[in-house]
């Protein structure tokens, strides 16, 4: 198919292009990013605003959320009711920006003129901050022509590679690798190269080595005076804030555009950054497959909208986005065996058609993140993190700064723009043109756009998710990603099938753990199954069910523990994976509720059964359960109860702490857990283990005795014993210790005792630091 000319065919379409102001799918917008497919030709003529965003062509009228194309695909209340009858933008997610000693601003406060000027301090190298390429002790072993090495300064190394004529792929990939010499043999740039050789022509590719790299490289170095503070690390059991201005994340990607960051390029186990992902843009040069060249597309469109020219800044962005981490621990989370919360209370919107991004304006936005921020979105990957990350490409600089996820962490995202619409998914992905994005801002300048990123469990034997303590894992999960720490009442969550893909997860499970997590916090839910009809009518099916029948969260979750149990015994019995389809879990569920109805004879038994297991020791911090149990479930009371029910509060709310304070709370919290590998590795292994040990026993006494001692109980409380109980009798050399793992020794790598055979590739790289 011979490839389309937009310089030829945009000036007709022009018109077209600016009666949609909105990149929600509106079909002449569709029309014209499907036809203009060039990525930098005709940049003068795309529709601009003052503020970078927003269309002149706009109007002040309120868009159609219930399309009447869409009008058959959903169930349950309307949008307007997940708005609680609001305007979508009403309710915030997250608070003013304010700088203090948990929420650091990298721009001045307050904000005087657009973009916002950097703020000012001292600059810092250490393991606490992300070390800078243009930082004084930023080092490199430079080469000289007769062989030998002199140690440089990487920032001079870096400008000069840089500032020198670049004309092809091949010539921008030796400019690259002159100040990452140690994977000169590493590292080809077999995308970048495709891209430019085969899928684009002649005229774009001239345009952007003459005018776009041109653009990217003068942004890339204005680092020094763009970035003026120190970047902290959003680190693990850390409750932590970062805001920064869009034109200093545009810089900071212009440097992982031409992989510029120290001691970035290595997973390494004992690496400093083996615990965070990846920022330098070389495994995606490196990686294969169609969505690549589309998911660099969208990455190259994102400069061309936010790179100055030499003469013309108006394209600068001018807002703000700002990153929270928050990080709970397990006492502090809510005792899901006591929630009175009432399942059919929360206002349910389920569609088959639209997607989270489209369709959930104004509510919190969930992200089916990794643990490692991202995902694959620098490599293959194209999955619908990727994608988001791709499509809002501000997201990708959380990559730089965000530790990996603990199991009780999630990291809330707001303010990132969309630059790129797209059609298609995984390997059908598409670039498909510019995308205005009309979001409105908040007070603080951020784009009235929250995304949660909360990562789920890899199950590997989909009969694990069913056991109890995995299931409560992704409850807990949910919770810490969906609690609200406003005082206001939250806005709704929009979210789909979380996990449920390469994954493993059963979407019938999730839907429910995150109905109950609602619930709990009293937040609507809009919930997108990508076009599975089934599944949303099973889903609204069961809600109403909820409804009539008055159910409870802690009923539900007494339920789903009599599954986890019934799942057991199938396993045990069939070592292979179990043949049970996933609605047998929904009809499952009818069954119980109605033996509930009918009476306290048979009808007991799920609950009984539970409560027998369970013992008497079920209600940890039973205070605080009993308490939060009595509480009426209106939805400013939950939110009041989520507040009260963690005690570490946001970073955007309270008062100062000392930097030892939250290090001591770290440290208990800590202790508590396992690494993230080893905790959901020997999770799983324990659960294949016991089904294992369990169906190697074939007669009937001994098998009654296994399943006997799959309950036993620990201590005077009768607790059911838990798969981390379990852990110390399967893995006695120390691979399910729960201490936990220390993080490295950034300081003790610098040092002069460590050999060179010790020191691992970036460190070698950084041997002068």
Not at 566 to 573: G, Q, S
């Amino acid at each position: 198919m011979p490839k389309l000319r937009s310089h030829l065919i945009f000036p007709i379409l022009q018109k077209v292009y600016q009666s949609s102001a909105h990149c929600r799918g509106a079909s002449a917008s569709l029309l014209t990013n499907r036809l203009g497919k060039g990525l930098w030709l005709n940049s003068a003529s795309m529709s601009k605003s003052p503020d970078g965003g927003i269309s002149e062509m706009e109007t002040e009228e309120e868009p159609e959320y219930l399309a009447d194309s869409l009008a058959d695909s959903w169930r349950g209340v309307s949008m307007e009711a997940i708005h609680r009858n609001l305007r979508p933008f009403e309710l915030e997610n997250l608070p003013p920006v304010t700088a203090g000693n948990l929420h650091r601003v990298m721009y001045q406060l307050p904000i005087r003129e657009t973009p916002p000027r950097p703020y000012q301090l001292p600059g810092k190298w250490d393991s606490e901050h992300v070390r800078l390429p243009c930082a004084p002790e930023s080092k490199y072993p430079r080469e000289n022509p007769d062989g030998s090495t002199t140690i440089d300064s990487r920032w001079d190394m870096i400008e000069r590679a840089l500032l020198q004529p670049i004309e092809t792929s091949e010539e921008l990939q030796a400019a690259i690798i002159s100040y990452n010499t140690t994977y000169r043999d590493q590292w080809h740039f077999r995308a970048l190269h495709q891209l430019f050789d085969e899928e684009l022509d002649e005229s774009e590719t001239r345009v952007f080595f003459e005018d776009l790299l041109p653009r990217i490289i003068r942004l890339a170095l204005r680092l020094p005076d763009l970035i003026q503070s120190p970047v902290p690390l959003l680190k693990q059991h850390k409750n932590v804030s970062l805001s920064l201005s869009q034109q200093q994340i545009s810089c900071l990607l212009a440097n992982a555009f031409l992989c510029t960051f120290p001691r970035r390029n290595t997973l390494k186990r004992k690496s400093e950054y083996s615990t965070f992902p990846d920022i330098n843009f070389n495994r995606l040069y490196q990686s294969t497959g169609p969505a690549v060249l589309e998911k660099l597309k969208c990455i190259m469109h994102y400069f061309r909208r936010v790179c100055p020219t030499e003469r013309d800044a108006s394209n600068v962005p001018t807002g703000v986005v700002t990153f929270v981490r928050r990080s709970g621990s397990p006492e502090q989370l809510v005792d899901w065996s006591q929630s009175v919360a009432p399942l059919g209370h929360v206002p349910l919107h389920v569609n088959a058609e639209g997607t989270i991004e489209d369709e959930g304006i104004g509510l919190l936005q969930v992200d089916f993140a990794n643990k490692y921020l991202g995902g694959g979105v620098l490599g293959h990957g194209c999955v619908q993190e990727e994608i988001r990350f791709v499509i809002c490409p501000e997201l990708l600089v959380g990559k730089l700064f965000t530790e990996s996820l603990r199991p009780f962490e999630s990291l809330v995202m707001l303010g990132a723009e969309r630059y790129s619409n797209y059609t298609g998914y995984a390997g059908s992905f598409e670039w498909s043109g510019n995308c205005e994005d009309s979001t409105p801002r908040d007070s603080s300048g951020r784009r009235q756009t929250a995304i949660v990123a909360i990562d789920a469990l890899h199950f590997a034997q989909s009969h694990h998710q069913y056991r109890e303590d995995l299931m409560e894992r992704e409850l807990n999960k949910a919770y810490i990603g969906f609690v609200h720490w406003m005082v206001t009442p939250p806005p709704g969550v929009a979210t789909g099938n979380w996990g449920c893909g390469a994954f493993g997860g059963d979407s019938y499970l999730k839907a429910l753990l995150q109905l109950m997590v609602c619930a709990q916090l009293g937040r609507p839910l809009a919930y997108y199954t990508f076009g599975n009809v089934e599944f949303r009518d099973d889903f609204h099916e069961i809600w109403l069910l909820f409804r009539n029948e008055g159910t409870t969260v802690h009923q539900l979750w007494s339920i789903l523990r009599s599954y986890s149990m019934v799942m057991n015994d199938m396993c045990c019995k069939e070592p292979r994976e179990s043949k049970a389809s996933k609605q047998n879990l929904y009809d499952f569920i009818r069954d119980e509720l109605k033996k509930v109805k009918d009476g306290p004879g048979e009808g007991a038994s799920a609950e009984a059964g539970i409560s027998k297991a369970a013992g008497s020791g079920e209600g940890k911090s039973e205070a605080k359960s009993s308490a939060s149990a009595k509480s009426s479930p209106e939805l400013n009371q939950h939110s009041a109860r989520s507040q009260a029910t963690i005690t570490q509060q946001s970073a955007d709310l309270l008062p100062a702490q000392s930097s030892q304070d939250n290090s001591n709370s770290s440290e208990d919290q800590a202790i508590l857990m396992l690494s993230d590998d080893e905790e959901a590795n020997a999770m799983m292994q324990a659960a294949s283990l016991e089904a294992k040990s369990s169906g190697e026993i074939s007669n009937s006494s001994t098998s009654a005795k296994t399943s006997a001692s799959a309950t036993k109980t620990v201590g005077s409380g009768g607790r059911q014993l838990t798969l981390l109980d379990m852990l110390d009798s399967h893995y006695e050399k120390g691979s399910a210790s729960k201490r936990p793992r220390k993080a490295p020794d950034c300081s003790k790598a610098e040092g002069s005792a460590k050999s060179r055979k010790e020191i691992d590739v970036d460190d070698k790289d950084d041997l002068v630091d």
